[in-house]
């Protein structure tokens, strides 16, 4: 019996794990499927850890959290967890490799995946001019020009974001309308930097060695555009990685809001006692690595809390 299972090795799950080992939990084991870091691990810029001075890669940043945690004891089991599943007043974690682990919490960290657009060109400049994060990168961009994709509340939030710090944003949307929420929709309206691309998908995009060098557009009339800039932010929804909470029938442990995110309180508990969500994966989750790994040391406080209650 675990007196805690994490799922999920990124920076939430890491950071619970060192806070449980040193709060004094005995069996607590972390279950990562891949090898501990999540995914800032494919970041090749990191400039907004705190504390750290220079720009290091996520390799980089995350390479040392590992080892600190196991120093106090947290173990590591690399397997994927299929369920968690409530057994009487503990869990139970079906795992991958057909084994189960009983646990008397849980903290999920399990994060989020931006979905992928699907223009030529995205993955080849992944993180050399296309990017996911505005937070993360908008700042190598400031006074030039940038392109931002997707008509959504993440894409137009992102792109007011970016018209602060970039000298324009050309905002790409494949229909006429906007889904995003009419205020946000009235401030992008209003910002003089930010030019509508609209009824327009990305065909590709192209550069050198160095990274991106222009974003070709194409409208639904098949005319194309070339748009020539250093960067672009594509946000076409994120993938919440919440798998592990579906139950047999498919209904989740616990509550999870429209869009599949983990409904906690501030303390990180979610709607079943002695479960909790911890990182990208719960609601409003600024889905940075500071707040990440924030979240988990409070949930796994609690945790601390109840066991010498
Ligand atoms: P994740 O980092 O997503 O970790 C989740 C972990 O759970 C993964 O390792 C995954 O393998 C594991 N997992 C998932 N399902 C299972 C399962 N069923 N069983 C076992 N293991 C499982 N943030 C910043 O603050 N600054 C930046 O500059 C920055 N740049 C970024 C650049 C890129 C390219 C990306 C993609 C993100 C960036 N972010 C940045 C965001 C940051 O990476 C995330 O906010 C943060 O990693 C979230 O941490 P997490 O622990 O919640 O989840
Ligand atoms: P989203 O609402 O799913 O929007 C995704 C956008 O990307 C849509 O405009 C969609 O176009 C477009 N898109 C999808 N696939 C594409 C592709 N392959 N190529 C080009 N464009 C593509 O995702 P989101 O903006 O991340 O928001 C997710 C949820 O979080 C929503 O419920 C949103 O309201 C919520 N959210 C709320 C806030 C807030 O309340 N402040 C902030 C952020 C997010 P179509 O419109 O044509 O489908």
């Given at each position: 019996m675990l007196d805690l299972a994490i799922i999920g090795g990124g920076p939430a799950g890491l950071t619970a794990?060192?806070?449980?080992?040193?709060?004094?939990?005995?069996?607590?084991?972390?279950?990562e499927m891949g090898m501990p870091g999540g995914q800032i691990m494919n970041s090749s810029e990191v400039e907004n850890y705190p504390g750290i001075k220079e720009v290091l890669t996520g390799m980089e940043l995350m390479e040392p959290w590992p080892e600190q945690c196991m120093r106090f004891g947290l173990k590591h089991q690399m397997v994927q967890v299929v369920r968690v599943e409530k057994s009487g007043e503990y869990f139970k974690l079906l795992l991958a490799d057909d084994k189960e682990e009983l646990a008397k919490s849980v903290i999920v960290c399990t994060g989020a995946?931006?979905?992928?657009a699907?223009?030529?060109?995205?993955?080849?400049?992944?993180?050399?001019?296309?990017?996911?994060?505005a937070t993360c990168d908008g700042f190598f961009y400031k006074d030039k020009e940038v392109a931002v994709l997707g008509g959504g509340d993440t894409?137009?939030?992102?792109?007011?974001?970016?018209?602060?710090?970039?000298?324009?944003v050309y905002l790409i949307h494949r229909r006429e309308e906007f889904r995003a929420a009419p205020s946000t929709i009235e401030h992008i309206m209003n910002k003089d930097n930010i030019?509508?691309?609209?009824?327009s998908s990305v065909k590709n995009v192209y550069g050198d060695k160095m990274g991106v060098t222009g974003v070709?557009?194409?409208?639904?009339?098949?005319?194309?555009?070339?748009?020539?800039?250093?960067?672009?932010f594509t946000f076409v929804g994120m993938?919440?990685?919440?798998?592990?909470?579906?139950?047999?029938?498919?209904?989740?442990?616990?509550?999870l809001n429209d869009y599949g995110e983990v409904i906690v309180d501030l303390s990180m508990k979610t709607s079943i006692d002695g479960l909790y969500a911890a990182g990208d994966i719960r609601i409003f989750a600024p889905k940075q690595v500071v707040c990440a790994a924030a979240d988990g040391a409070t949930a796994a406080l609690q945790v601390v809390a109840k066991a010498h209650s």
């Open positions: 794990g060192l806070y449980a080992t040193r709060g004094g939990l005995k069996d607590v084991v972390m279950f995946t931006p979905k992928k699907g223009f030529d060109g995205e993955d080849e400049f992944f993180g050399k001019g296309v990017s996911t994060c894409a137009l939030e992102e792109a007011l974001h970016l018209s602060n710090i970039c000298k324009k030019e509508l691309v609209l009824n070709m557009t194409v409208d639904n009339d098949g005319k194309e555009r070339d748009l020539k800039v250093p960067g672009i993938n919440i990685n919440n798998r592990v909470l579906m139950q047999e029938d498919e209904t989740p442990l616990c509550k």
